[in-house]
């Protein structure tokens, strides 16, 4: 069976593979809209479509996970919220900045990417 996306906060944001786990996990009641500002805006936080695809092969593992065992929820919130605050900081600086979602995201991205580029590689073989 497909896996279908986290349904969409009632502010209208959201939606899509970039917001997989933090969509469930707001979905679950852990986070509020603040798990879809990227959404708004992933090309300035350098999200290519390569990242999305790695990102994609950890994500739906998790996400088929906490729809099974809920209570799972706070463990995965707990570790997401760093990378939240420090990606909601870096598009509207309002946020709190965050050093640990921000060694997160640095390390967390071009590690996605790799992901990504090795699944097309894969897939074109």
Request: aromatic share 14%.
């Amino acid at each position: 069976e497909a896996l279908k996306p986290p349904p969409t906060p009632p502010s209208g944001g959201g939606g899509g593979i970039s917001g997989y786990v933090c969509g469930e996990l707001a979905a679950q009641g852990y986070f509020g809209d603040s798990a879809y500002f990227y959404q708004k805006d992933r090309t300035s936080l350098s999200i290519d479509d390569n990242t999305l695809s790695g990102y994609s092969i950890i994500a739906i593992p998790i996400v088929n996970l906490l729809r099974r065992k809920p209570k799972y929820g706070p463990v995965f919130a707990f570790i997401v919220r760093p990378w939240i605050d420090y990606m909601n900081w870096k598009i509207n600086k309002s946020a709190n900045y965050s050093v640990v979602g921000h060694c997160m995201f640095a390390v967390g991205v071009p590690f996605f990417r790799l992901l990504g580029k090795i699944k097309q590689k894969l897939k074109n073989w």
